[in-house]
């Protein structure tokens, strides 16, 4: 336990991804040199316009703040004020050319980090967790669903799932794809299984981030599975939101965007418990990392339960790993939901993949 708190220590202090040993493979450090930037993908306007009609009366940049976790309180300030700045100015042009362009800056900050001036060490340090991550997804998943990685592949190499030019490597007929990928492909397949037994009315992400998991799950509940009246929701800061829903390209009417500041409360300066849309039939809640940073507040407004029955998928650290994090596991215990099924993360120490149902009374 000390040794693992110590090498958690140094990571954090130098900003180093995965294994210290994979510094070592030379095999790791082979993918290495073949990690490059991801040519440029032009989006499509027309569904960046109608991102941007679902959150431009939505966003409030003070309020948002008021919501942010302290861990990323600053880091959010400067990159939302510019988003707002940006759509209440209707610069389309330069919205367009920030997101084609997305991991050339420090926008997806809390996400990835894939910005020009990341030192070469840290750099190093991404690839070799790429080439360790790879590897062993692909081995999991080909033992549990050789199906599902296959067809899957269809969607991780297509250029839109990779768009923002970001660090790159090549896989499927030297098709280039972002290196991020492995740990959202890893739990979108646990995400699967689940899928196959219940047929949901709503799947909502909090928090995805750049979206890198969501179009995975679309593209599965979908096209693998035929559900073709879901709904999906997408809960996140707007600049986040944006990317979400420009990875999942679609031009269908069934994609929703709730900002945080949309659907908490507010008083005196001070983020209050709000909830998510009710809806009729059952509701699927998908988040990946960010559980632990959010407040009993922001946890509360987006757990209770508002459809007839609500699910939670999560992969996330248990808390105590962070004296900011909050306890989440204990508060979906408070809410009346109940572990059903939990394994251990076999690429990311202390993290866990958990499935809760309500406790029926």
Known sequence: MIYKRLIRSIKLKLGLKGRINDFFNPFALKTCIKITRKEKVYLDEKILVSCLELIKKKINFKNSILIASE??????EKRLSKIEFLISNKDLAEIKNIYENLYLSDLMEGAVSHQNNLHL????????RFHFRKKLVEKIIKKNNRNYLKNINNLIT????????????????????????????????F???????????????????????APLVVYSNKELLGNINCKYRIIDFAHFA?????RINSEEKNIYINLPEEIHKFSNNKALEGSIPKIKGK?????QDSFPEMSNTSLKTYLKNQSEETHILSYNQRAGYNKKHSDHIELIN????????????QLRDDYYLSFYKPIKN
């Open 71 to 76: 861990i990323w309180r600053e880091a959010l």
């Open 121 to 128: 060490i840290k750099r190093i340090s991404q690839g070799t």
């Open 158 to 189: 297509s250029d839109i799932y990779n768009f923002g030019r970001p660090f790159a490597h090549p896989i499927i007929n030297n098709k280039k794809v972002n290196i991020e990928y492995p740990d959202e492909l890893y739990f979108s397949e």
């Open 191 to 213: 995400i699967f299984r689940f899928l196959k037994l219940c047929q949901y009315d709503e799947i909502t992400f909090i928090g995805d981030g750049s979206g890198l998991l």
């Open 242 to 246: 944006i990317s979400t829903f420009l």
């Open 283 to 287: 509701r699927l809640i998908i988040n």
């Open 334 to 345: 408070q809410l009346n939901y109940k572990l059903i099924h939990e394994e251990n993360s």
